[in-house]
């Protein structure tokens, strides 16, 4: 698969150093594997000294927009050589229904949308503390 890979996309467009090849044993830590590399948001200030603290944890704005920049209108996942048997019915979260979509405002804060007369969340989404935590005290915002 990885030499049909190569072949399809030539040197010009990928190379072997750059293909990641691994057997997936866990699919959801498989997707959030790839997913990550989307766009890098989190970053550690020190890679020698990883922690899991959130005081080195950085988003680093300028980085992210030059990645962001970079993808506009890219493939980032490519379908390839076979399809998966259909599965059973996936459990859907049940939906709402807005009949007045002017009464309802995103509010930063809660990370939710809420009804601006009574207040009610739309989701009910609680933000991490740790995610919090970085949102609020660890955004490199320097764009030069």
Same mark, same amino acid.
């Given at each position: 698969?990885?030499?049909?890979?190569?072949?399809?996309?030539?040197?010009?467009?990928?190379?072997?150093?750059?293909?990641?090849?691994?057997?997936?044993? &866990?699919?959801? !830590?498989?997707?959030?594997?790839?997913?990550?590399?989307?766009?890098?948001?989190?970053?550690?200030? &020190?890679?020698?000294?990883?922690?899991?603290?959130?005081?080195?944890?950085?988003?680093?704005?300028?980085?992210?927009?030059?990645?962001?920049?970079?993808?506009?209108?890219?493939?980032?996942?490519?379908?390839?050589?076979?399809? /998966?048997?259909?599965?059973?019915?996936?459990?859907?979260?049940?939906? !709402? /229904?807005?009949? &007045?979509? !002017?009464?309802?405002e995103y509010n930063i804060a809660s990370a939710d949308w809420a009804n601006v007369q009574t207040g009610e969340k739309l989701y009910g989404y609680e933000l991490p503390s740790y995610l919090n935590a970085i949102l609020?005290?660890?955004?490199?915002?320097?764009?030069?």
């Open positions: 698969m990885l030499s049909e890979w190569l072949n399809l996309w030539t040197p010009k467009f990928t190379k072997r150093v750059s293909q990641n090849l691994q057997k997936v044993h &866990d699919l959801e !830590k498989g997707l959030i594997e790839i997913i990550k590399y989307g766009s890098k948001i989190f970053t550690e200030p &020190d890679l020698k000294r990883r922690s899991k603290e959130t005081e080195t944890v950085q988003i680093y704005i300028k980085a992210l927009n030059t990645i962001l920049i970079a993808m506009k209108e890219k493939r980032i996942f490519e379908r390839f050589g076979f399809n /998966l048997p259909k599965q059973k019915e996936i459990k859907q979260i049940p939906a !709402k /229904l807005l009949l &007045d979509y !002017k009464e309802w609020n005290n660890n955004i490199n915002d320097n764009l030069v």
